[in-house]
């Protein structure tokens, strides 16, 4: 089976979830990327501690855009800082990019995106 290169943009608030995700298919042999956008960090469990840093012992990485990665990590947790464009560029390479734990639209989406 090809292992693919998967992006997974996570809203902050449920970043916990996401890297979970990300784990989950880095098990499965592939490449995760969980890119966290946007705004404040919770406060890191070890658990999580533990996810971020499996990710980066199988070949993904955590990826920050938006906000700074929280400067005190604990031992062996790299988050890695992005801008927006390099975060475009970077994403060109993807295999599947993935929208993770945003709110449910409220406006139906124009015609031509239902074709």
Known sequence: MESLKVYIL?????????????????????????VIMNGEFPKMSEYMAENIAWIAD???EVLSCGADAPTELP?????????LE??????????????????????????????
Not at 86 to 91: I, N, V, Y
């Open 58 to 60: 199988m070949e993904g």
């Open 86 to 115: 390099a975060l475009g560029e970077r994403m060109r390479d993807a295999d599947v990019i993935i929208p993770y734990g945003l709110p449910k639209q409220t406006n139906e989406p124009p015609p031509a995106c239902a074709e």
């Open 75 to 83: 031992e062996g947790v790299e988050m890695t800082n992005i801008d």
């Open 10 to 34: 996570i809203a902050n608030r449920t970043y916990n979830d996401g890297i979970r995700s990300a784990l989950g298919l880095a098990v499965e042999n592939h490449y995760g990327y969980p």
